[in-house]
């Protein structure tokens, strides 16, 4: 009765909860493509190309995906065969641990008619499956904990997925274990099919043998046994028990587990350690199943199918924003993205996690799905997705077939428009966003947004004079830092660097454009003024065509030194939200 009622309940939690993943990937906006479609139209969408990729000939492409890059899991092994050997271990023998076990009443039994849990093949392979999943655990634990691989971050839910798995194993093995050498197992087991009571010969017989070569161990029965009462338990058994049971020592990791607690098996039962164990093994196993959908367990399911649909060509902007927010949680925290990424490097300098591709995946899932951010939080979550080169890097090594340089531009593109400020939009860094263009509705309002936040940040009152004064030492100090930058003082307002420069000739009035020209900025950085040397719009309309820096007779960096002044008007900004 409670075997069925918690079956029951875990199916139902996870029934529910894989329901309300699939809403959610038909719901959620993960950024561009998703903006104005209603939730109907994403339905009707995915149903028709469901239907249309059924019907196409793409079946033999979908058949090689789920080959090689479902089972054999080939992206992983060319990128790190140790990770590929550890997921393998874990993952392959725990689907075929709940298919042939967990579920054996169910598949097993309806393709085998002589399926028992307690003979060969069937209990030899249980413990081969557990025993390779508890390799792969151990294999995991040493690569996380032990050799800590590099940029390789360890979550909570990595935490409690591997616990769940360590528990569910070796509460396994220990309750095979204590049921070998349990008496009350024993003596049910021969009440309920061979139909003995504990008085009767045959019960004594049959115990004396079980005692003897199965490793049970019953009160009152010493050794040495009498032959003749072993003859005639082995005749019992042969007529009884055979068809259901075969010599515990196939069990090759529960039967040691007998052998050793044998001296206390007898206490063990008494104090029902076996129904304790049994109680723990099944509950944490529904447990996990409920919990599936829920939690990292649900890359079993998202995977795949985030392969299966990118193995074909998608079309429509509905089934787009239906993927990606499917690709949100295929993502299998393996770090393979993070270990290629161009940028990577950065962390070490800008503690921002976001940073790393395989831990901004969780904190746009929070974006997409609407929950509350601060607005601190929110610009360290653009700032991340945002320091990307659309190296095509990480996409092209990740095992989940998540196209994530689409992914981190459909977001922070949806970020953007949100009202956060984000000035690696005025660095080189913007080059994809102005490629695609097109694709943005808005491309100038973010663009503005950045330029005011730095610029508000430098001058606190803008119908106050700029002190023409003694020198910020600050600002030169700072530009000596580098020796590029260092050139400024090299500058005697020949102006070849403004006579040379496409942004200049691009305005009739530049001024009113630009604010200042680089020769001014240079004078500027001379004399030390900040406001004037880092307020200047023709710091960020800079196309860094280096024709200044190439022409200028004193050898001024000048493009080098527009740069420097860019980091430096950063930073000022940065500074400030990290004190907010």
């Known amino acids: 009765m409670i075997y069925s009622l918690g079956l029951y309940i875990s199916l139902t939690i996870f029934g529910a909860g894989l329901l309300y993943k699939a809403y959610t990937w038909l719901s959620v906006k993960p950024g561009l493509y998703s903006k104005d479609i209603p939730f109907k139209e994403r339905v009707s969408q995915a149903l028709k190309g469901t239907l249309s990729t059924i019907l196409s000939l793409k079946l033999p492409a979908l058949t090689k995906t789920i080959l090689l890059d479902v089972i054999i899991q080939q992206k992983v092994l060319k990128e790190d065969p140790f990770r590929w050997l550890t997921h393998?271990?874990?993952?392959?023998?725990?689907?075929?641990?709940?298919?042939?076990?967990?579920?054996?009443?169910?598949?097993?039994?309806?393709?085998?008619?002589?399926?028992?849990?307690?003979?060969?093949?069937?209990?030899?392979?249980?413990?081969?499956?557990?025993?390779?999943?508890?390799?792969?655990?151990?294999?995991?634990?040493?690569?996380?904990?032990?050799?800590?691989?590099?940029?390789?971050?360890?979550?909570?839910?990595?935490?409690?997925t591997l616990m769940l798995i360590a528990i569910i194993m070796i509460s396994g093995v220990l309750l095979e274990g204590v049921k070998i050498s349990s008496y009350s197992a024993y003596k049910q087991m021969t009440q309920d099919y061979a139909g003995l009571g504990e008085g009767e010969e045959d019960f004594k017989a049959l115990t004396a043998y079980w005692t003897e070569k199965y490793a049970t161990v019953a009160p009152g029965v010493k050794k040495p046994l009498d032959?003749?009462?072993?003859?005639?338990?082995?005749?019992?058994?042969?007529?009884?028990?055979?068809?259901?049971?075969?010599?515990?020592?196939?069990?090759?990791?529960?039967?040691?587990?007998?052998?050793?607690?044998?001296?206390?098996?007898?206490?063990?039962d008494r104090a029902r350690v076996p129904s304790a164990l049994f109680y723990i093994h099944f509950f944490a196993c529904l447990a996990g199943l409920a919990w599936l959908p829920f939690s990292k367990f649900l890359h079993i399911i998202t995977t795949p199918l985030?392969?299966?649909?990118?193995?074909?060509?998608?079309?429509?902007?509905?089934?787009?924003?239906?993927?990606?927010?499917?690709?949100?949680?295929?993502?299998?925290?393996?770090?393979?993205?993070?270990?290629?990424?161009?940028?990577?490097?950065?962390?070490?300098?800008?503690?921002?996690?976001?940073?790393?591709?395989?831990?901004?995946i969780s904190s746009l899932k929070k974006v997409a799905c609407g929950k509350e951010i601060q607005k601190k939080e929110l610009s360290l979550i653009l700032q991340g997705t945002y320091l990307c080169t659309n190296c095509l890097r990480c996409t092209d090594v990740?095992?989940?077939?998540?196209?994530?340089?689409?992914?981190?531009?459909?977001?922070?593109?949806?970020?953007?428009?949100?009202?956060?400020?984000?000035?690696?939009?005025?660095?080189?860094?913007?080059?994809?966003?102005?490629?695609?263009?097109?694709?943005?509705?808005?491309?100038?309002?973010?663009?503005?947004?950045?330029?005011?936040?730095?610029?508000?940040?430098?001058?606190?009152?803008?119908?106050?004079?700029?002190?023409?004064?003694?020198?910020?030492?600050?600002?030169?100090?700072?530009?000596?830092?580098?020796?590029?930058?260092?050139?400024?003082?090299?500058?005697?307002?020949?102006?070849?660097?403004?006579?040379?420069?496409?942004?200049?000739?691009?305005?009739?009035?530049?001024?009113?454009?630009?604010?200042?020209?680089?020769?001014?900025?240079?004078?500027?950085?001379?004399?030390?003024?900040r406001d004037l040397a880092l307020g200047s719009n023709m710091l960020w309309d800079c196309t860094t065509c280096y024709q200044c820096q190439e022409h200028c007779p004193q050898g001024v960096k000048v493009t080098d030194i527009l740069y420097e002044l860019k980091n430096l008007a950063v930073e000022n900004l940065n500074q400030k939200r990290q004190i907010l």
């Open 88 to 160: 393998i271990l874990i993952y392959i023998p725990f689907i075929l641990l709940i298919v042939m076990h967990a579920l054996g009443s169910i598949v097993t039994s309806s393709l085998f008619d002589t399926y028992s849990p307690t003979i060969n093949p069937f209990m030899f392979l249980r413990d081969l499956f557990g025993a390779l999943i508890i390799v792969g655990v151990a294999m995991a634990l040493y690569r996380r904990f032990i050799i800590k691989a590099p940029r390789l971050k360890t979550t909570s839910m990595d935490t409690y």
């Open 398 to 529: 990740c095992p989940a077939g998540i196209n994530l340089q689409e992914l981190w531009f459909s977001m922070r593109e949806e970020m953007l428009q949100k009202g956060s400020p984000e000035p690696s939009l005025l660095s080189p860094l913007s080059f994809y966003r102005g490629l695609m263009k097109e694709d943005i509705s808005d491309y100038q309002r973010p663009l503005t947004l950045a330029r005011e936040a730095i610029s508000s940040e430098l001058i606190k009152d803008k119908e106050k004079p700029i002190s023409l004064g003694t020198p910020e030492i600050k600002l030169q100090s700072q530009l000596t830092l580098s020796s590029q930058a260092n050139t400024f003082r090299g500058c005697f307002g020949c102006q070849t660097c403004t006579n040379v420069c496409p942004v200049v000739a691009n305005y009739e009035n530049p001024i009113e454009h630009l604010g200042m020209l680089p020769h001014q900025i240079m004078y500027a950085a001379g004399l030390g003024i």
């Open 306 to 360: 985030s392969l299966l649909i990118n193995t074909v060509d998608i079309s429509s902007e509905a089934n787009k924003a239906t993927r990606q927010a499917i690709e949100l949680d295929a993502c299998m925290h393996c770090g393979n993205c993070t270990n290629r990424c161009s940028v990577g490097i950065i962390f070490e300098e800008i503690e921002n996690t976001n940073i790393l591709p395989s831990e901004k």
């Open 227 to 268: 032959q003749e009462l072993l003859e005639q338990g082995e005749g019992i058994h042969e007529m009884s028990c055979a068809g259901c049971h075969s010599r515990p020592n196939w069990a090759f990791m529960g039967y040691p587990v007998a052998l050793v607690s044998r001296p206390i098996a007898t206490a063990l």
